[in-house]
């Protein structure tokens, strides 16, 4: 049962039958779990300033060691921030030690801490390996624009 919130009631409905409508055009739904290194945290950087945190996730180790929002970066693993971040995230995996060098007002300090991983579970259409023939006509109908009636036998 799927509880759908709103602002002074709610409303309860069985979920959609995803499985069932897909079916019916030689279609299924495969659920597929991915996973992705997740710095913890984002920064902001002007062309020639410094690397400031703007965001940082509750849950994510970088908070649990207290980096904060603002802070200033000024050291990475021992040496300068990436200019791409991300690409930098790219080449690294879940548990990898990350030490900062941060600023904070008027006091410098150092943050040590393991890069996570957020899960995402993705749904994927896939074509069944044997459709019968009226299942093969549905998305043919739908991708082209038009339906026809299919005889019966």
Not at 33 to 54: I, M, N, W
Not at 66 to 82: H, S, T
Request: overall charge neutral.
């Amino acid at each position: 049962m799927l509880t759908l919130p709103s602002r002074e009631k709610h409303i309860d409905a069985d979920p959609f039958p995803y499985q069932q409508i897909l079916a019916l055009a030689g279609l299924g739904l495969r659920t597929v779990e991915r996973r992705k290194l997740a710095l913890g945290f984002s920064v902001e950087h002007e062309p020639s300033g410094p690397f400031v945190v703007s965001t940082v996730d509750s849950g994510a180790p970088a908070a649990q060691t207290g980096l904060r929002a603002g802070d200033v970066i000024l050291n990475w693993n021992g040496g300068e921030v990436p200019r791409r971040v991300e690409r930098w995230l790219q080449e690294q995996k879940a548990g990898d030690q990350l030490k900062l060098r941060v600023r904070r007002e008027d006091k410098e300090f150092s943050l040590e801490f393991r890069l996570g991983e957020n899960k995402e579970i993705v749904y994927e259409v896939v074509e069944v390996s044997h459709p019968g023939e009226k299942a093969r006509h549905i998305p043919e109908g739908m991708l082209g624009g038009e339906t026809r009636a299919i005889p019966v036998r």
